[in-house]
């Protein structure tokens, strides 16, 4: 599977953008989806996941309420919708993709199995 973030940008505290991350290779169908971040000297944290069906949602409480994932299997492609940024958010932004297996834990970025190449998300104060 090859994965491929967009949708990153400059914009200002309290703007929205959406970042797509495009699946080749494979159907997603057969995937959790994640998304995670990375900002300067900080290690990647977890920010987002989604089952293969959408109807299980995974946040990181520091994004709760602002950002919304989901997932059109048709299209192969897995959104990030972030509403109300902060300049914590800054980062660069992976998107991810885990096969399914019992067990795992999809908020730890160790159970997947796949990655994009990364989109900079940066918010002005």
């Known amino acids: 599977v090859q994965l491929q973030a967009s949708g990153g940008g400059l914009v200002q505290a309290g703007g929205s953008l959406r970042l797509s991350c495009a699946a080749s290779?494979?159907?997603?169908?057969?995937?959790?989806m994640g998304w995670f971040r990375q900002a300067p000297g900080k290690e990647r944290e977890f920010v987002a996941a989604i089952s293969w069906s959408g109807r299980t949602l995974y946040y990181a409480d520091s994004v709760k309420g602002r950002f919304t994932i989901s997932r059109d299997n048709a299209k192969n492609t897995v959104y990030l919708q972030m509403n109300g940024l902060k300049p914590e958010d800054t980062a660069v932004y992976y998107c991810?993709?885990?096969?399914?297996?019992?067990?795992?834990?999809?908020?730890?970025?160790?159970?997947?199995?796949?990655w994009g190449q990364g989109t900079l998300v940066t918010v002005s104060s």
């Open positions: 991810a993709a885990a096969e399914i297996y019992s067990g795992r834990t999809y908020t730890r970025s160790s159970v997947y199995d796949y």
């Open positions: 290779g494979r159907t997603l169908g057969s995937y959790v």
